[in-house]
Nanobody, 118 residues
Framework: QVQLVESGGGLVQPGGSLRLSCVASGTNFRFYFMGWYRQAPGKQRELVATISSTGSTNCADSVKERFTISRDNSKNTVFLQMNSLKSEDTAVYYC????????????WGQGTLVTVSS
């Protein structure tokens, strides 16, 4: 069972930046399809960004031009660089691994809280 551990959340002022990290266990990280979701208070969880095993990325329209997803396979880590943060970006951010291979289910991290406020 793969485990995901996020870090990097916190309180930031509007217009500021944060970088989230997610470290995955296991030896096959380079094959994993990874992503970030977020869930704001009272709202459904939504997909923020994804990155394939080959490095192909996609971002939600609401964060394009501001957020960048990347990965470092040598460190089993996926990142989410968040710039020009807005109050509406306040949410718990979850690292996600898509089901596949020996993992029949999606895998989730515990979440890290990002609060954008002055």
């Amino acid at each position: 069972q793969v485990q995901l551990v996020e870090s990097g959340g916190g309180l930031v002022q509007p217009g500021g930046s944060l970088r989230l990290s997610c470290v995955a266990s296991g030896t096959n990280f380079r094959f994993y399809f990874m992503g970030w979701y977020r869930q704001a208070p009272g709202k459904q969880r939504e997909l923020v960004a994804t990155i394939s095993s080959t490095g192909s990325t996609n971002c939600a329209d609401s964060v394009k031009e501001r957020f960048t997803i990347s990965r470092d396979n040598s460190k089993n880590t996926v990142f989410l660089q968040m710039n020009s943060l807005k109050s509406e970006d306040t949410a718990v951010y979850y690292c996600w691994k898509r089901r596949g291979g020996l993992d029949p289910l999606d895998t989730w991290g515990q979440g890290t809280l990002v609060t954008v406020s002055s």
